[in-house]
């Protein structure tokens, strides 16, 4: 296993960890563990311990989740058909617990745990994320059509209803909610 690999498998481990038990519910021993390495090499990987993994965990969350939704938003030429394929997905993998739907709920329980950390490097790098998040739904919008401060408004309506949908869906164990939107984003969306 090449060090890149080791570090990787390290990153994916820690994520789903984190997923679970949140930055400060996952200790450095339970990490060391779970990702079955020493401290030494975990210290070798992450030199600045388990704030540079966090970020790190954060970064590839991001960029796997980033690279569905353009892929997403590649095949889906109108927004209607975008967010639809986007809400359809969660729907459907909701309880499948399959490894890309944890992303975007680690990305959240991440977030909420770093606003309340006395230093603020993790926050800032979340906020970092969701900003980025946020600018892809409006460059969707904006080449579907939408005029420039619609689209940045939308695209914030279009982040709330999906991803608050989904973390109250997650914590229901229960689609429902996402089914509702699925009928409701005709009314919201129009190119």
Known sequence: MTVNDKKMMIIEKAALLFSRKGFYGAGLNELLTACNVPKG??????????KQLVMEVLEMAYDKMEKHIKKNFTINKTSLASFDYMV???IEILYSKKESYYY??????????SVFMEDNAINDYVKHIYERWQILYTDKLLECGYETDKAEQLAQVMFAI?????ISSWIKQDNADLKKIKAYLPQILDK
């Open 88 to 90: 359809s997905n969660h």
């Open 162 to 166: 999906v991803h608050g949908t989904l």
């Open 104 to 113: 975007s709920l680690l990305l959240s329980l991440i977030g909420i745990e």
């Open 41 to 50: 090499s975990f210290y070798y990987y992450f030199p600045n311990g388990k």
